[in-house]
Structures are given as C-alpha cells and as structure tokens.
C-alpha cells in the first residue's frame, strides 16, 4: 500500500508551499484524497505531475494552459504548443532588451545627482525618428476608437513608450507667444517600434524630424498640475532661450518627450527632451 503525505510534508519535500499546491488543484490538475476531518493526502506519484508543474510554470505557461496541456492536449499537439510558447518568449526577450537599454539612460551612466538635477544640456542634430499617436489637447481627451486601440496595444511597451506633447509652432520666432495649442500623446522612436513589431494603425503618424535644438532637462521642479500653463512654460522657456541666444528660428511643431517624473510632496523630478526644429 502506498503512502499518504499531508499537504505540508508532501509540498517541502518538492520545495513548494502548500498554496501551490491548492491552486493547482484548482484547475483539475491535482487530485489529492481528502479525508472527512478536510485534510488533504497526496501519493507519491503525484509528485511528477507537480514537476511538470513548476516546470511548465517556468517556461511562461498560466495555470489554466498547463491545466489544458497535462489534461488535454495529446502528444503530437504538443510541438506546436511549445512553438507558440517560444514565439512569445522571443517577443518579450525583445522587449527586455529594450528596457534594458532604456533603464541603461534613466541610470545616468554614472552621473550624480547633483549633477542630475541642475537643469540641462542642448545640442544640434537630426533626432531619430519615432511614432507619435494623439489623444489629448490642452487637457481634454480627444479619443477616437483608433486613437484607444493603439495606447491599449503600446501600453504593454512602457517605458520604451514615452508620454510627449507636442506644441504648435505659430511663427517662426522663437519664444512663448509664438507657441499654440498644445497637445499629449504617446511615442516610440522608430528602431524600438520596428525591432518590437509595434502596433500601428492610421491614427498612428511617422515623425521624422529635421535640424533640431534638441533639450535635455534634468532638473527638480515645483508641481504645476493645476497651472498646465506655467508648466508648458517650464519646460519650454530654456530652450526658446537658447534659440533666441543662438539666433535660430522654430521650423516646425515642438515635440517634448518625457523621459520620467517623480513625486515628492510638492516637487517633481523631471526627465524630459524637448526637440524644437530649427533653422539658421
């Protein structure tokens, strides 16, 4: 007669807790004897289907797919389980890499914080390219059905997506009254969208700048969420400064692309680029 194990003794001897071993029951996988004092009682055969368990688990599957794949799916269906397994696996190992690089330039590469928060530094140049969808101006959602599906499909591609706005260009001169409206939407530069596959539909436009002043801010502010006004200001009154210094003049929208924002009481620590097209 083969031996019972109690739910404690039988989940430490294959290193798992006893709730896994409830969850998976669950989902038919496990069937333990269950006694009428509630106790379960587990044989040791059993113990191989927990492996394959821990071990379908690990590879990605959910619990209900292992459910389906140890209950239901027959050998010569399982060569192609585990391709689509390995599909998805290969999408998110794209995915990581690119956080991982993202992470890379929010990390500073070894900047301190003093120096992280002083304020920015500019440069000239051709900025990569990058997708841009609408869905907001000047703080009221313009949505279309479109406009939905695409931030429901990029959302999973945070951080590489960034939060940016983009501001009118009214006339060539650079400075705050030559900005209008003002709009927010989603971005993702070109290179990650295409390595990822990203989704893309006709509310979802290809930027591809010019000459640009290109900003980048890295500085503590004081919170202006019921001032949108003075916060536009704060991010874009630097670099029309250096424009104005410079002798530069706007050829095209401002695009404001932000990196990261923190809150601590009433200040935010900004990370932000703000790509304004010039001429001159």
């Known amino acids: 007669m083969s031996r019972h194990y109690k739910i404690g003794e039988f989940a430490k001897n294959l290193g798992v807790s006893a709730g896994f071993l409830k969850h998976h ?3 038919g996988l496990l069937k333990p004897k269950v006694a009428e004092s ?9 113990a ?7 071990r379908l688990q ?11 794949i140890l209950n239901h799916t027959v050998s010569a269906d399982m060569r192609q389980v585990f391709e689509e397994k390995r599909e998805k ?21 070894g900047e301190s914080e003093a120096e992280k928060i002083k304020g920015g530094e500019w440069c000239v140049l051709r900025p990569e390219p990058f997708y ?12 279309n059905e479109k406009r939905y599906e695409a931030a429901l499909r990029w959302n999973e591609y945070m951080p590489m997506v960034e939060t940016c706005s983009r501001f ?32 893309r539909n ?5 930027v591809e700048p010019g000459k640009c002043l290109v900003y980048h801010v890295w500085e503590r502010r004081k919170r202006n969420l019921e001032r949108p006004k003075k916060a536009m200001e704060l991010i874009l009154e630097d670099p029309l400064e250096i424009c104005q210094k410079h002798g530069f003049m706007m050829a095209g929208d401002i695009y404001s692309a932000q990196r990261f924002c923190s809150t601590a009481q009433d200040e935010n620590y900004m990370e932000e680029l703000v790509m304004i097209p010039v001429e001159g």
């Open 202 to 206: 006709e509310e979802v436009r290809l």
């Open 132 to 143: 841009y969808v609408e869905n907001a101006c000047e703080g009221q959602f313009i949505g």
């Open 168 to 199: 009118e260009r009214l006339d060539r001169e650079p400075g705050l009254s030559s900005v209008g409206q003002w709009y927010m939407g989603l971005r993702i530069l070109k290179g990650a969208a295409d390595r990822l596959d990203i989704f």
């Open 58 to 68: 690990n590879m990605g599957f959910t619990s209900k797919e292992i459910s389906e």
């Open 38 to 46: 509630g106790y379960r009682y587990y044989e040791f055969h059993q």
């Open 89 to 109: 696996i290969l999408q998110k190992y794209h995915l990581y890499r690119e956080m991982l690089c993202y992470m890379d330039h929010l990390s500073g590469k």
């Open 25 to 27: 029951e669950k989902y």
């Open 48 to 54: 191989m289907l927990v492996v394959q368990c821990i």
